[in-house]
């Protein structure tokens, strides 16, 4: 009986690894290469278990700034790339990486800066006047520095405005960080800074910090998602990858985006062409 018992486990624990072992194997997974506000924002934990609920496909983020995610997708370590800096993206596909971009959603850029606002920009709607005051007054400004969208975008204003900035101007302050980060730098130093609003909302570190400037057009601030392209990148998980490009710009992909919110403000804004 003991070894009728025995054999019985035996087998049935061979069963469970054998069956496990094949859960294990059939699991679908993607890369996904993007900027750090998609992930500081809470969007990725916010949708990414609602995408998997509905095809069971793990997505596994690597958060950067946009020019490292990009490049991440040119060595083919990465299935997707969602980034936020239209410029480089359609560089991306010109280049053969992927062979389309396909716009998801968008938010806008904020000034930030502290309350005692020593450069005198609050209340203003452009940001080129604002990013003269600064220099002018040469107050303490925080700059990704990270080849990010979001550094690309402050890198364009400062060249709107006429005016060169280099580390090796006391009051410009390169971090090489991601949004959080810098946000967190400005905050320490009461300096002002470049966000995207959705980083913004869901920081909780904020000191004296406020939002100066907003609502210039220029502050618009568009993502793209992109497939790393399979003929380029055998290892590209192309069925997978282009479920999740398909979940983001479908009604529901696009109603779920709409309902991410933080303190009752939406925090990202879907405009997928349909």
Not at 38 to 48: M, N
Not at 187 to 193: K, V
Request: aromatic share 10%.
């Amino acid at each position: 009986m003991k070894k009728l018992i025995s054999n019985f486990l035996l087998s049935l624990l061979a069963a469970i690894s054998i069956n496990g072992s094949q859960v294990f194997a059939q699991e679908k997974s993607i890369v996904v290469s993007s900027t750090t506000s998609t992930e500081q924002s809470g969007l990725f934990d916010f949708i990414l278990p609602i995408f998997k609920m509905k095809t069971g496909i793990n997505v596994k983020v690597v958060a950067v700034g946009t020019g490292q995610a990009l490049d991440i997708g040119r060595r083919g370590d990465a299935d997707v790339v969602f980034v936020h800096d239209k410029p480089a993206e359609e560089i991306f596909v010109q280049e053969g990486y992927s062979t389309k971009r396909n716009e998801v959603m968008y938010n806008d850029f904020v000034l930030i800066g502290p309350k005692s606002d020593p450069a005198k920009v609050g209340g203003g709607k452009d940001i080129q006047a604002a990013f003269q005051k600064i220099a002018s007054a040469q107050a303490p400004f925080v700059s990704r520095g990270d080849k990010s969208g979001t550094h690309a975008a402050e890198l364009r204003y400062w060249k709107s405005a006429g005016i060169t900035v280099s580390p090796s101007q006391g009051w410009y302050k390169e971090t090489g960080s991601g949004m959080g980060p810098a946000l967190n730098t400005a905050s320490a130093m009461n300096g002002y800074i470049l966000a995207d609003r959705g980083t913004w909302l869901s920081f909780k570190n904020r000191g004296d910090l406020t939002i100066l400037v907003q609502g210039d057009p220029k502050l618009f601030n568009q993502y793209g998602v992109m497939l790393v392209n399979p003929a380029k990148f055998p290892s590209v998980k192309k069925a997978e990858g282009q479920a999740f490009i398909d979940w983001l710009v479908s009604k529901n992909g696009q109603d779920v985006i709409a309902s991410y919110q933080i303190g009752g403000e939406q925090l990202f804004f879907p405009n997928a062409k349909k």
